[in-house]
DNA sequence: CACAGATCATGAAATATCTCACGCTCTCAC
DNA sequence: GTGAGAGCGTGAGATATTTCATGATCTGTG
């Protein structure tokens, strides 16, 4: 199974009218597309995330004649999420059926920034290609990363050594991680038939690859 | 925005009948379902993460009458990834059904353990209200999370208090988890003007809270 | 092969951490 | 108001951790 991350700009041709015709509003900013997921019915259902003043959103979805139905959360200041019951009326041509026709997997979140989007379509390499040589010529599409999909493995801990995640996953079973602790060191060496400083210094190097991350 | 964890089991009516089917396998495991696409003709695009022989998992999908077209792709040891074109036939009742109709999202990836699956569904608080009234009898739902849902900020750090995110990120930020440590307990106890027992009791927490999580 | 660099392993001394028991302050519900 | 529960804060003593220096082992490269 492989992916391809694709920019494409300008968004003229966004991957459905009302992503297109959000790109036009002054005072709305695309962050991310949550989830985008397909009915029987020919409706899409979107979950935006979105900045911008709550009433300029709302006048903007409700303005959209595809729209059937909505649904605005604001979060903090100007975050909102916007959840978006479309028509699929007037698709042909853009991504989000090209990507479908071929049975690519469209892998969400979408991301947004100045130049355009960025989609990771996943598939394989044959189904890959045949959509890129069937993206319309307004669209300009430039691959930023291409490999094998491989989500499964956790994104945090693939900077690890085997040995430090080995390490690591030890003390997690074994509830060096609870509070209160349930393990020491020296139990967790015992399972791991090394020293206690060794899983110490394991640890403290997985932690420092893994905690940092996550703000 | 409201979304529900949903732990159900038995599986014995699981999200589709091939999923259904998969559980009746001796030698297959389900890890995660990734992705749970929708097409407009009716049929269900989806991407498993398998444990099992990549035989008795070939065998498997093959031997469905449902299955259009699939492709399996082998990652490490035991570790699959299948990709399943399926006829969305005979899938009346079931939980993808009973979602969709609601105009709920299901947020990939659902993960699988020995009891049963772990949905998250995503919808404003009636939706999510009604899907609950509509589970057939046969299902036993249990509620294991519910909330805002805020994909945006990072998922891990929700589970904790303001006051634990607030001494964790400081000291991450001052360096308290560099290799090797370039602050005590005491030095962001004064950053934090408090004591450094308490400044501990909020890391161990924090880190309770999210290490086991990362596996 | 032989070298360099990364990773892994170890023990001892210095010291930072952890647990626990206690009490305070909120918030929510009755 | 008042009680229950959750979160926050603190200090002291027992104890687990951390650092560091040293060396072994592994891995890739010319």
Redesign the pocket.
Known sequence: MKYLTLSLKPTDRAFHPIDQYLTTQEHITRETLLHLDIRFNETYLLLYHLTGSRSAIETAITTNENVLNHEIVSVDGNDVYAYVHLDAANTEGHLVELAYDHGLIIDTPITFDADGMNVTLVGNTTRLGTVLQSVPEELTVSVQHAGRYDPGTNDLLTSL????REVFETAVEAGYYD???RV???DIAGKLD?????V?????KAESAVVPHLF
């Open positions: 050594t085997d040995r430090q509070v209160p602790r020491t060191h020296q090394c020293a206690p400083s060794t110490d210094e394991h640890l403290r």
